[in-house]
């Protein structure tokens, strides 16, 4: 999961940059710093409100493995279809199914830790651990998106080959995530 976060918000303004035609305003166009913030608006409203359902879902179903399959499958159509369809509308859907899953995601998925650690006496060692796991993926992933686009963007810049290629792979790491979710033992 923090993979395709990593890799998604990593290069978010880049992709506007390179290839999102942007709104104009009057005969002003918007830059790609305003594009980003707007962006984020919707995505952070919805994370919100969806970390909250999404809590309140995993407590009442005391189901914790599904709730997060479904925000990492919601994850991975949004990066699919930044991947296969650049532009402004697209960007604003992405964000919107990005908040969702991931305000779903990080709620149940520190519900489902909290299920999964047995020995009160180790949490907070435990927690540093999954917390590292949170923290690493990220550095690699701005490491591959960075090599994925550039390399590949030389050979094709007007189609945004590395664009397309980085999201199918964040839309890759996202389903891979719920994947191994279905390995956790002993919690539904």
Known sequence: MQMGVGTSLGFLQYWIQDMIVLPKYGNQC???????SILFLP????????????GIASDKLKRRKVLVIIA????GVGAGLAAGLPNFVVAATTAVLFGAGFGTYTSVDFALLMDVLKNKQD?????AVWHQALVLPQTFATLIGGLVVSSLNE???EHGLGYIILFVLTAFYFLLSGVFVLCIRNVR
């Open 72 to 75: 990492a499958v919601v994850m």
């Open 155 to 157: 050979s094709d810049c």
């Open 30 to 36: 918007m830059s790609p710093f305003t594009a980003v």
């Open 123 to 127: 949490h907070a060692k435990d927690i």
């Open 43 to 54: 995505l952070l409203i919805v994370a919100s409100i969806c970390s909250i359902l999404g």
